[in-house]
């Protein structure tokens, strides 16, 4: 089931019309959005499913991996805030898409794992130095079980990486995993969302938490959940988006709120997760409609972007921030 979602959602499926949001009622801080083109000089070609996170030891955006409509990648680009350049590290990840990937503090690397390569679910776990701009395949004792779609963030107490379900062919995992740095390890909370896959995640920093909502699964999924470092949290919203799957997330300081954007389900509306409630963000621009894009924050330059996705047959490359 997950297989034909990750490679052909969308995919021969009635066109969904792009729409612009206008600002027609009170934003929470008074403000009106717009997603504005960035034009790169120099971009990645089209490709949708794509891993992407801020580095902050190399203080650039990283993407990797992903897949055109013809062929999976592994090529690894980096945004410095102005153009995309492509990495030439000596060892990859194998191609793959439907894959995430996190910072992990304590040690200060980028962790991914997971994603299917148009055969096989995979298992594997890379780390990437951003100092040295290069990947290393790890050897852990513990390993989560192969899956694609997982959702990857950071502990907001201690800085792990940490992941949470994916499909690995069969079932829709529901297990939360803590990277100790060295090896995987499973957590046991008393409470956890049902399994799922391709869900919106985030870091949610003004609360120091983890949001998820939606994804796929073999159970409703239209739900949000928050995780503090030690158990999940059903919340109960006033409003929620749409259900959605294969959306992107990221926190941003400018609204203190985690944004959502992309799913085709969703159009192109910009929500935000408030820490209690789901709001519609009033953007004058929105990208068109899309799905399994990037989304990461680049601290660095105090921007949200967006890259790449795809509608259908239709593959995207353009990068755009979210400003005032």
């Known amino acids: 089931m997950f297989k034909w979602i990750a490679e052909k959602r969308g995919v021969g499926m009635a066109p969904v019309l792009a729409l612009t949001l206008l600002s027609t009622a009170s934003f929470a801080a008074g403000l009106s959005m717009t997603w504005r083109n960035v034009n790169p000089p120099k971009s990645p070609p089209p490709v949708a499913g794509m891993a992407m996170a801020y580095d902050p030891i190399g203080k650039k955006v990283v993407s990797f991996g992903g897949y055109n409509g013809t062929a999976y990648s592994n090529d690894t680009w980096l945004f410095d805030g102005t153009?995309?350049?492509k990495a030439t590290p000596a060892n990859s990840?194998?191609?793959?898409?439907a894959t995430a990937m996190s910072f992990d503090r304590a040690t200060g690397k980028l962790i991914l794992f997971g994603g299917y390569n148009g055969s096989q679910y995979l298992g594997d776990t890379w780390i990437w130095d951003g100092s040295a701009e290069t990947w290393t395949q790890a050897n852990p004792t513990h390993n989560p079980t192969p899956v694609t779609g997982p959702m990857m963030f950071t502990d907001p107490v201690n800085g792990r990486a940490e992941m949470f379900g994916g499909f690995d062919g069969n079932l829709y995992q529901g297990i939360t995993w803590k990277w100790t740095g060295t090896d995987w390890r499973q957590l046991n909370p008393s409470?956890?969302?049902s399994g799922r896959a391709a869900a919106v995640v985030a870091?949610?920093?003004?609360h120091k938490t983890v949001v998820i909502f939606g994804g796929i699964g073999e159970f409703d999924?239209?739900?949000t959940?928050?995780?503090d470092g030690r158990t999940w949290t059903m919340q109960h919203p006033a409003t929620q988006p749409p259900m959605t799957t294969f959306s992107s997330a990221s926190f941003d300081p400018m609204l203190n709120e985690v944004v959502v954007f992309g799913g085709l389900q969703?159009?192109?509306t910009t929500w935000a997760w408030t820490g209690s409630d789901w709001t519609t963000v009033p953007t004058v621009y929105a990208p068109s409609t899309r799905q399994a894009l990037g989304m990461a924050y680049d601290a660095e330059r105090k921007q949200l972007l967006i890259f790449g996705g795809q509608l259908g047959?239709?593959?995207f490359s353009g990068t755009f921030k979210l400003v005032k």
């Open 83 to 85: 153009t995309w350049t």
């Open 93 to 97: 990840p194998p191609v793959r898409r």
């Open 191 to 193: 409470k956890r969302p």
């Open 203 to 206: 870091n949610d920093h003004a």
């Open 221 to 223: 999924s239209t739900n």
């Open 225 to 227: 959940w928050t995780w």
């Open 266 to 268: 969703n159009g192109s």
């Open 313 to 315: 047959e239709k593959f």
